[in-house]
């Protein structure tokens, strides 16, 4: 009896003793990056933990940094994290005294149980670490309303450089106008993932988006209708002023795209000046269009609208378009872009176009955007004139980083011209080596989403995500990291930040999410 007794005591002491599945200690999460950095190391034993009194640390020009940090933090804790500069114990602390070997964009984080540090070089790298440390929080940082819970984040540190400099998106606006509101939040998605640059297509043969003065019916004529006949839009240039000057708060360069010598109709509707015939063309009108290259009011009004983008752009480049120039003769092709390219010039700026401007006399400045799909001999064959130039090159392969793609023959809407996009397809690729032979005239990569079939701002967003982000990662990340295994784990950790963020994306089979 005694002996069964002493069984039973032990069992008990065991039962009630023994450690909970709650007091087990559990494997921190893994770190789940999207772009992976150039270095990122795991520090065991250490968790950051944000509360009440967390303060944020800008030092000297950190400041509006700081205040965005405080600003995607504020709505979902509830906390008032203050902004200063004064250091103690447990702050996120802002720092630009970083190397210069950091360049223009890298930067360093640690994050340890006593606090966090990034520091950089230049403002734009002191905002790429705040995307990396972002990240590392719960996905319900980023809610609008008070969330319950805790705020930590795994411990790591992190050095940081873009392989690229030019890592962008292009929205057409032309085929369907989107208005500032929904631009201003692509610009927050793309800067999300690193992305530093949003080329605009302005203008196309459905639609002119932008005001310019003296040319009042380009905008309001020429952009009253859409590609589905809906009422279309512009954006006024205090509109395009506002979109200006949300991108360099998240430090992206705006770059305006008025498409030429074709896809040309809104324009030529609007005035028939513009046509060798004098007479104006429909809105809408089918079939190819171009600008009447003889004339020399085409050049005038040229000059105009370049010009008034010019000033109202800061960045380098003036996009001049040049694909598809069907219904312009070759002679009157090369001459239309020498004289753009004057014009281009002429007010401050450097040219940029699709790669088909190649057969212009280019100077050592402009920029070519490869848009040719793997093995076309003809569109490398211009690749290889640009690089032979000296001009640099934006690879957007259109089999590779064209979003406007179907993801596979079951996609309910995109296209398909060329071939089906999957998501290891878009991520899979490299920029050194897509184009043999120009490695080195490489300047970044470039994700293009053309609107022709896209009436809405979730058919945009369903067609960019999940793919814009491994465009993202294939112009930030070194090429040794890249793995499409270790990538579509990654990338599946992100749904969890796009539900909370209202994003309608695609739950691709090939991606490992996480529920």
Same mark, same amino acid.
């Given at each position: ?301 040229? %000059? ?5 983008? $010019?000033?109202?752009? !800061? =960045?380098?480049?003036? /996009?001049?378009? +040049?694909? *598809? @120039? ?98 290891? %397809? ?5 920029? $050194?080596?897509?184009? !043999? =032979?120009?490695?080195? /005239?490489?300047? +970044?990569? *470039? @994700? ?68």
């Amino acid at each position: 009896m005694r002996k069964v007794l002493c069984l039973t005591v032990s069992v008990l002491a065991a039962a009630l003793f023994a450690p909970t599945a709650s007091a087990v200690p559990q494997a921190p999460p893994p770190v789940r990056i999207v772009p992976q950095p150039s270095s990122l190391v795991t520090l065991p034993g250490q968790t950051y933990t944000l509360r009440p009194t967390t303060r944020i640390v800008a030092k000297a020009g950190a400041a509006q940094t700081g205040e965005y940090l405080a600003g995607l933090l504020r709505p979902s804790t509830g906390f008032t994290l203050p902004v200063t500069n004064t250091t103690r114990p447990g702050d996120i602390r802002l720092d630009l005294t970083g190397p210069s070997s950091l360049g223009d964009e890298g930067y360093r984080l640690t994050v340890t149980s006593t606090g966090v540090e990034i520091a950089a070089h230049t403002a734009a790298g002191l905002f790429y670490g705040v995307q990396t440390f972002r990240q590392l929080l719960p996905a319900k940082t980023e809610a609008k309303t008070v969330q319950s819970g805790s705020w930590t984040a795994r411990g790591v540190a992190v050095a940081d450089t873009p392989r690229y400099a030019w890592r962008g998106a292009m929205l057409d606006v032309a085929r369907h106008f989107f208005p500032v509101a929904q631009v201003e939040q692509y610009l927050d998605l793309i800067s999300l993932y690193k992305m530093n640059t949003l080329h605009l297509h302005l203008s196309d043969n459905d639609g002119w988006r932008i005001d310019i003065t003296g040319w009042p019916r380009l905008a309001r004529y020429g952009g009253s209708t859409d590609a589905s006949r809906g009422p279309g839009g512009f954006y006024t240039q205090d509109d395009y002023r506002e979109i200006v000057r949300y991108a360099e708060s998240r430090h992206v360069t705006i770059i305006p795209e008025i498409d030429s010598p074709g896809h040309i109709t809104a324009a030529q509707a609007s005035y028939a000046e513009l046509n060798c015939d004098g007479v104006a063309p429909p809105l809408l009108n089918p079939g190819w269009s171009s600008l009447c290259v003889p004339l020399e009011i085409t050049y005038k009004w040229l %000059d105009d609208v370049i010009g008034q983008l $010019a000033a109202l752009t !800061p =960045g380098d480049y003036i /996009d001049i378009g +040049g694909d *598809e @120039a069907v219904n312009t003769s070759a002679a009157d092709y090369k001459h239309f872009i020498d004289r753009a390219q004057q014009i281009v010039l002429s007010h401050g700026k450097k040219l940029i176009g699709w790669h088909q401007i190649e057969a212009g006399d280019l100077t050592g400045t402009a920029t070519a955007q490869y848009w040719g799909t793997a093995g076309s001999a003809d569109d490398e064959a211009l690749a290889r004139v640009a690089q032979q130039r000296g001009n640099k090159l934006v690879l957007s392969p259109a089999d590779r980083a064209y979003l406007d793609m179907k993801y596979d023959a079951s996609t309910p809407i995109g296209q398909d011209w060329a071939g089906y996009t999957s998501v290891s %397809d878009a991520y899979d690729w490299d920029p $050194a080596t897509f184009v !043999p =032979g120009v490695a080195g /005239d490489v300047a +970044g990569v *470039e @994700a293009p989403l053309w609107t022709d079939v896209f009436p809405t701002w979730a058919d945009v967003q369903y067609m960019a995500f999940p793919r814009l982000p491994g465009i993202a990662e294939i112009g930030w990340s070194p090429a040794g990291t890249h793995s499409w295994a270790d990538y579509r784990t990654r990338l599946g950790a992100q749904a969890q930040r796009w539900d909370v963020l209202g994003i309608s994306y695609y739950r691709s089979p090939e991606v490992d999410w996480a529920d």
